[in-house]
Structure formats: structure tokens, C-alpha cells
């Protein structure tokens, strides 16, 4: 008897702009390697990997930035109606669709009982949606969609008219999927992440690997939900870390890991710190390179640490560091200036320079004046760190969307679409479009100062 057939899919983004600065569907891969404990065969179709094989033949690909980063292929399409006032050109990026029915045309001739779908950024449906609406012409299977978009915006996920998994937690999956269409899996006693593996083997090629070793972030920022999606921090044995870089390195041949964990250097004594000593120990520092894009926790950083990040070959180090002005005490207390010298200071001392450091400096908060972001992108120069200025965008569900809804600056109501960052500036009463661009702009006087 043929074995269940599962098909992950990870779907087009459409966006006026998307660049694959290390995007990679972890989620769905440890949805694969759950399913693949419980028996299931599962394959995979990542419409995002630039580093597809059958891709690679078919479109141009841009050549990569650095260390595997890189642009996207993409075509114009039309604009969904709600967004005909924007006057940019709207894209869809990934694979061309007709080689995505080829790949769907080839898993149907094997048999698929099941296909699951992903999601992220909530403004980004349209892309899953037309995703979807390709499989359900080329395939004959129930269609599960799950990720951050359904989990923050079921009323919207729901007309997709997929089967909606809700839950961040993967033991419930046997139970729904028996329930949902009569199937008689086992309800194993499983770990997912402290367990098991994402499931890079399902790729034939990739340009890295990006891994989790850590769930969760103890901080409460106002414009962050990390905190709520996981009731406590949770962390992934130091060797069972290893083991994923040493293997995932070696059959996929890639040189760069990238950590995208939302708060690795919380309780570092007892996980980063071990693991950074164990990677120099191995050697992998020799062979690899390691990024932390996701902006770790300035506070939290020490001389050790910082040196420990050197030895070990990490080339992409990013902080936190949002505004400058009194909103960094009323969102969240997770930095000050301060902490912000410092850490650049002991990153400067162990070896760092602006190449490798930057911070994230967030615009358009609610609150936030012009000011306050041209007082941050000074204390980066002065500190002698790169930068990169981020467009705030309003996340359901946040304690800062919460606030605007309260106090009528939003309905709470708005399609996903509406709050892009790109988007917001154009309808909002916050900053102008004239103002971004003005902060966009001294930003990039200011970084020239970085070079000298």
C-alpha cells in the first residue's frame, strides 16, 4: 500500500519589492519533518529559492548580493483594486508560474493526498492566494494553510477556502489531520523543536541554510509580536544545533548559516556561549560563515560574546535599535543609546568593523518624529556602525496596534494590504511620504561618512 503523499509549498511573494535577504520557510520544513516521523511521505516546492535548479534554466536570475542574498526573478502584475492609488509598479516574485504547474503536474502523476501551504507577512496574501488558486487547477487534494498570515488574520486566510491550521504548536497535527479527512495517523510524543530538525533534505539546492535556536523573546516591545506567538522562551540543545550546521552544511554545500532566532543572546551562558566555543572547537569557523540578521539585544552583549562572534566567522551582525527619543522607553525599554555605544564599542573592540555591524532604525512609528530618526542614524555614525531605515508597519494584534485602534487612528479593520510599509505613508496621518523620503535620503548622506 502506497504511503501518504504530503506536498509543502512555499508561495510567491507579491509586493512592490521583495529581496531574499536570507528567506527561507522554517516553519514549513519542521512541518515536513514532523510529518515525516509520523510516516508520510513529503516533498516540497519552494517557489522562492532563487537557487532552484529547474529555475535557474528557465528565468535569468539576479547574481547574488552577498553571502547568498540576493534579488528575486519577479513579473509585473496588476495591482489588487484596494491599492490602484499607489503609484509604483506591483510585482509578483519567485518562480514563473508555468514551470509551477509543471512541478504540481509532476507530484500529481506520483499521487498527493495533501498539500500544505505557508505564509508570513500578512500584506503579502495576494501571493499566497494565487498560489493556491494554482494548485487547486492542477491538483485534486485538500489544501491546508497555515503560518503567521492565518494564525494573525483567519477572517482574510479563510477566503482562500483552504482547510486553516491555526496553531503554532505541531502535536496537535495528527489529531486535526485525522479529524479533518478520516486518516488514522499516530500521536507521537514529540518535541518538534527541541527534537527534530527543519527539513532541509527536502531541497536539491540552496544558497544557505537558516536555523532556529531558540523559540520566543522574553522582551515585550509594543510593536513586536514575538512574545505572544510562544508562551515561554524555549531552546534548542546546543548539539542537536551542531549537528544541523555540520549536516545541512555538507549535503546542500553552503557556506553560510544564518541564526533567525528573535532573542539568541538571552540566557547566553548556558546556549549561546556554548555554542559559539563548540563552533571554533570543531573548526566550522574555517569552512562556514554565520549571520545574525534578526537584530540581536544590544544590552545583552559582552566583551566575551563579541569576541567569541569574531573567532567564530560571523559576517552579519545586526542590533535592535528602533529610535532614538523617548519612544525607546515607552515601546519597550529594550535599549537606549547607551547600550547601543556599548555594544558597538566592544564590537569595534573585538575585531568588527561597519562592513559587518549595523542597526535597525525603524521610521513612521506612531510618535516618532523626523528628528528622532535623524538623532538615530547620528548615534550610528558616531558609533561607527551601518544602518538600515525601516518603514514601520502596524502588526494586528501588537500592543501598539492595540493603541491605535483604541484611539481611533486605525479601525482595526483594514485589509493587510493597507498596511504594508510601502503603502502605509500614502494614506496614514503619521509621517509623509515627503518626510520618508527626506529621512531616506540623510540617511544615505550620513553613511558616506561610514566609509571614510
Same mark, same amino acid.
Given at each position: 500500500?502506497?504511503?501518504?503523499?504530503?506536498?509543502? +509549498?512555499?508561495?510567491?511573494?507579491?509586493?512592490?519589492?521583495?529581496?531574499?535577504?536570507?528567506?527561507?520557510?522554517?516553519?514549513?520544513?519542521?512541518?515536513?519533518? $514532523?510529518?515525516?516521523?509520523?510516516?508520510?511521505?513529503?516533498?516540497?516546492?519552494?517557489?522562492?529559492?532563487?537557487?532552484?535548479?529547474?529555475?535557474?534554466?528557465?528565468?535569468?536570475?539576479?547574481?547574488?548580493?552577498?553571502?547568498?542574498?540576493?534579488?528575486?526573478?519577479?513579473?509585473?502584475?496588476?495591482?489588487?483594486?484596494?491599492?490602484?492609488?499607489?503609484?509604483?509598479?506591483?510585482?509578483?516574485?519567485?518562480?514563473?508560474? !508555468?514551470? $509551477?504547474?509543471?512541478?504540481?503536474?509532476?507530484?500529481?502523476?506520483?499521487?498527493?493526498?495533501?498539500?500544505?501551504?505557508?505564509?508570513?507577512?500578512?500584506?503579502?496574501?495576494?501571493?499566497?492566494?494565487?498560489?493556491?488558486?494554482?494548485?487547486? %487547477? !492542477?491538483?485534486?487534494?485538500?489544501?491546508?494553510?497555515?503560518?503567521?498570515?492565518?494564525?494573525?488574520?483567519?477572517?482574510?486566510?479563510?477566503?482562500?477556502?483552504?482547510?486553516?491550521?491555526?496553531?503554532?504548536?505541531?502535536?496537535?497535527?495528527?489529531? $486535526?489531520?485525522?479529524?479533518?479527512?478520516?486518516?488514522?495517523?499516530?500521536?507521537?510524543?514529540?518535541?518538534?523543536?527541541?527534537?527534530?530538525?527543519?527539513?532541509?533534505?527536502?531541497?536539491?539546492? +540552496?544558497?544557505?541554510?537558516?536555523?532556529?535556536?531558540?523559540?520566543?523573546?522574553?522582551?515585550?516591545?509594543?510593536?513586536?509580536?514575538?512574545?505572544?506567538?510562544?508562551?515561554?522562551?524555549? $531552546?534548542?540543545?546546543?548539539?542537536?544545533?551542531? %549537528?544541523?550546521?555540520?549536516?545541512?552544511?555538507?549535503?546542500?554545500?553552503?557556506?553560510?548559516?544564518?541564526?533567525?532566532?528573535?532573542?539568541?543572546?538571552?540566557?547566553? !551562558?548556558?546556549?549561546?556561549?556554548?555554542?559559539?566555543?563548540?563552533?571554533?572547537?570543531?573548526?566550522?569557523?574555517?569552512?562556514?560563515?554565520?549571520?545574525?540578521?534578526?537584530?540581536?539585544?544590544?544590552?545583552?552583549?559582552?566583551?566575551?560574546?563579541?569576541?567569541?562572534?569574531?573567532?567564530?566567522?560571523?559576517?552579519?551582525?545586526?542590533?535592535?535599535?528602533?529610535?532614538?527619543?523617548?519612544?525607546?522607553?515607552?515601546?519597550?525599554?529594550?535599549?537606549?543609546?547607551?547600550?547601543?555605544?556599548?555594544?558597538?564599542?566592544?564590537?569595534?573592540?573585538?575585531?568588527?568593523?561597519?562592513?559587518? +555591524?549595523?542597526?535597525?532604525?525603524?521610521?513612521?512609528?506612531?510618535?516618532?518624529?523626523?528628528?528622532?530618526?535623524?538623532?538615530?542614524?547620528?548615534?550610528?555614525?558616531?558609533?561607527?556602525?551601518?544602518?538600515?531605515?525601516?518603514?514601520?508597519?502596524?502588526?494586528?494584534?501588537?500592543?501598539?496596534?492595540?493603541?491605535?485602534?483604541?484611539?481611533?487612528?486605525?479601525?482595526?479593520?483594514?485589509?493587510?494590504?493597507?498596511?504594508?510599509?510601502?503603502?502605509?505613508?500614502?494614506?496614514?496621518?503619521?509621517?509623509?511620504?515627503?518626510?520618508?523620503?527626506?529621512?531616506? !535620503?540623510?540617511?544615505?548622506?550620513?553613511?558616506?561618512?561610514?566609509?571614510?
Amino acid at each position: 500500500m502506497r504511503r501518504k503523499r504530503i506536498l509543502l +509549498v512555499n508561495p510567491w511573494i507579491e509586493d512592490f519589492a521583495a529581496y531574499d535577504f536570507w528567506l527561507k520557510p522554517v516553519g514549513l520544513l519542521y512541518v515536513g519533518s $514532523f510529518l515525516k516521523t509520523l510516516g508520510l511521505e513529503v516533498t516540497l516546492i519552494d517557489l522562492m529559492n532563487r537557487y532552484d535548479p529547474e529555475l535557474q534554466s528557465r528565468v535569468k536570475v539576479p547574481r547574488d548580493k552577498f553571502y547568498g542574498t540576493g534579488k528575486f526573478p519577479h513579473v509585473e502584475i496588476a495591482k489588487p483594486p484596494i491599492l490602484s492609488f499607489m503609484p509604483r509598479k506591483y510585482k509578483r516574485y519567485g518562480m514563473p508560474e !508555468e514551470l $509551477f504547474r509543471e512541478k504540481l503536474r509532476r507530484e500529481r502523476e506520483n499521487g498527493v493526498d495533501a498539500v500544505f501551504v505557508t505564509s508570513t507577512l500578512t500584506y503579502w496574501y495576494p501571493g499566497y492566494f494565487d498560489t493556491i488558486s494554482v494548485i487547486k %487547477e !492542477e491538483l485534486d487534494a485538500p489544501i491546508f494553510f497555515g503560518g503567521f498570515f492565518v494564525r494573525n488574520q483567519p477572517s482574510v486566510a479563510k477566503r482562500s477556502g483552504t482547510i486553516l491550521f491555526t496553531h503554532t504548536d505541531l502535536r496537535y497535527l495528527p489529531r $486535526f489531520l485525522n479529524r479533518t479527512l478520516g486518516w488514522e495517523l499516530p500521536e507521537v510524543d514529540i518535541d518538534w523543536f527541541t527534537q527534530l530538525s527543519p527539513a532541509y533534505e527536502l531541497y536539491e539546492k +540552496v544558497g544557505y541554510v537558516v536555523l532556529l535556536t531558540t523559540l520566543g523573546c522574553p522582551y515585550r516591545c509594543t510593536y513586536c509580536i514575538a512574545h505572544r506567538n510562544w508562551e515561554r522562551m524555549r $531552546f534548542k540543545p546546543v548539539e542537536l544545533v551542531l %549537528e544541523e550546521i555540520e549536516k545541512f552544511s555538507e549535503i546542500l554545500n553552503v557556506q553560510d548559516i544564518v541564526f533567525f532566532d528573535d532573542a539568541i543572546l538571552v540566557n547566553a !551562558e548556558n546556549h549561546f556561549k556554548p555554542l559559539l566555543k563548540e563552533i571554533i572547537r570543531r573548526g566550522l569557523n574555517k569552512k562556514l560563515r554565520f549571520h545574525l540578521p534578526n537584530g540581536i539585544h544590544a544590552r545583552l552583549l559582552t566583551q566575551e560574546i563579541a569576541d567569541l562572534l569574531y573567532e567564530a566567522n560571523f559576517k552579519t551582525i545586526k542590533l535592535g535599535y528602533e529610535t532614538a527619543g523617548k519612544l525607546q522607553r515607552t515601546t519597550g525599554d529594550k535599549i537606549r543609546d547607551e547600550d547601543l555605544l556599548r555594544a558597538a564599542r566592544i564590537l569595534k573592540n573585538a575585531g568588527f568593523t561597519h562592513k559587518e +555591524v549595523s542597526a535597525y532604525i525603524m521610521v513612521n512609528l506612531p510618535g516618532q518624529t523626523v528628528e528622532d530618526v535623524m538623532n538615530a542614524v547620528d548615534v550610528c555614525v558616531d558609533a561607527g556602525i551601518d544602518y538600515s531605515i525601516n518603514e514601520f508597519t502596524p502588526i494586528v494584534g501588537t500592543d501598539i496596534w492595540i493603541e491605535l485602534v483604541n484611539k481611533g487612528l486605525l479601525t482595526g479593520r483594514e485589509d493587510p494590504l493597507l498596511l504594508n510599509n510601502t503603502v502605509l505613508p500614502y494614506w496614514w496621518k503619521n509621517m509623509s511620504v515627503e518626510q520618508i523620503q527626506f529621512l531616506k !535620503e540623510y540617511g544615505k548622506i550620513k553613511k558616506a561618512e561610514l566609509s571614510l
